[in-house]
């Protein structure tokens, strides 16, 4: 089992910035993959961005590439979102996510499917 528990959402004008940072604990050392997630009222959950364990590979969503960089500590075992650049249309709940070392083919670690633990979110709000 593994526990995650994000934090460092909140408001912030548009142009601003926010880091979210994703603390785990327990079966960490299983994982493969870290992502993070949000999910906007009404809207489908969309994958924003992905790390391998290690940070030897890293994917995003085409619209946070350039604003957004991922990033893991290894040693504290914490995932970060750095968010810069923010607009409204990032307003969400953010979601971390962690796989469980599982072989998974036919997705990217963008989709949602290719993770088995999740955390209870945190809400981003960007004002215009």
């Known amino acids: 089992q593994v526990r995650l528990v994000e934090s460092g959402g909140g408001s912030v004008q548009a142009g601003g910035s926010l880091r979210l940072s994703c603390a785990a604990s327990?079966?960490?050392?299983?994982?493969?993959?870290m992502g993070w997630f949000r999910q906007a009222p009404g809207k489908e959950r969309e994958g924003v961005a992905a790390i391998a364990k290690g940070g030897r590979s890293t994917y995003y969503v085409t619209s946070v590439k350039a604003r957004f960089t991922i990033s893991q500590d290894n040693y504290n075992n914490t995932l970060h979102l750095q968010m810069n650049s923010l607009e409204p249309e990032d307003t969400a709940t953010y979601y971390c996510?962690?796989?469980?070392?599982?072989?998974?083919?036919?997705?990217?670690?963008?989709?949602?499917?290719?993770?088995?633990?999740w955390g209870q979110g945190t809400q981003v709000t960007v004002s215009s």
């Open positions: 327990g079966n960490t050392d299983s994982s493969n993959f």
């Open positions: 996510a962690s796989d469980d070392g599982a072989v998974v083919r036919g997705i990217t670690p963008l989709e949602d499917t290719w993770y088995k633990y």
